[in-house]
């Protein structure tokens, strides 16, 4: 089955699968290991500050198999593309949305050509990376409930608008959240037309299209500064109930 086919027909099923698994789910506890280009700052996309519950999303069908063996806040490996630094601030919403410590995260995501590491070889994802495990990673938030990636930006594929997974476990390893970070639309289109992005192009699908991302962005949108001379930063709030 191709991939776009795979996200068409099991989207919404996956969604409602993954709110259940969020409830039971469950991980070891591990601690953290510690050529067009613009030269001006752009800052776009707004962050969740309301603390309001970010909504629950599908893990997709590349989730990491073993997100504790890579426990690393430098997430390259050996991928190309424009510098984006990811902070990610987990925000408890039973405790007014205090910074959660110690909770795990995991994110991965996709590199400039819309691949991922850890499958392939197949309809899905013809170019097999299955040996492989770049832009995956796993940190522990410090006592203000941060956790700092140093990534590329992410390329897209199709039906797709660019995204980051996230998985959210408390420090027992008891799963809170799985969900996605949404990317300003402004800021990808600067970003595909140059350097390793430029072949791909750009994306075929926006937020409001998207099938993950088409009942609302509100909570999801990161906000990403930068420029893509310098790399960009990303900043987002989750705000699970711990």
Known sequence: MKRIDFLKRAGLGLVTAQIVACKTDSVDPTSSSSSSSSSSTTTSGSTNTSCTSTPSET?????????????????????????????????????????????IVDIWHCDAAGNYSEYGGTGMQATNYTTV???????????????????????????????????????????????????????????????????????????AKDNVFGDGVTYEMSTVTGNTTDGYVLTHNIVVSA
């Open 133 to 207: 495990h770049f832009l995956r990673g796993r940190q522990v938030t410090d006592s203000t409930g941060l956790v700092t990636f140093t990534s590329i930006y992410p390329g897209w594929y199709s039906s797709r608008a660019p995204h980051i997974h996230v998985h959210v476990y408390n420090s027992s390893g008891t799963s809170l959240l799985v969900t996605q970070i949404a990317f300003p639309e402004d800021i990808s289109k600067i970003v595909y037309a140059q350097g390793v992005y430029a072949s791909h192009g750009q994306a075929d699908t926006t937020n």
């Open 59 to 103: 893990e997709g069908p590349f989730p990491t198999k073993t997100p504790s063996s890579l426990v690393q806040s430098n997430i390259t490996s050996d991928r190309t593309g424009t510098k984006l630094t990811i902070k990610i601030n987990i925000q408890n919403k039973n405790a007014s949305c205090a910074g959660l410590a110690n909770a």
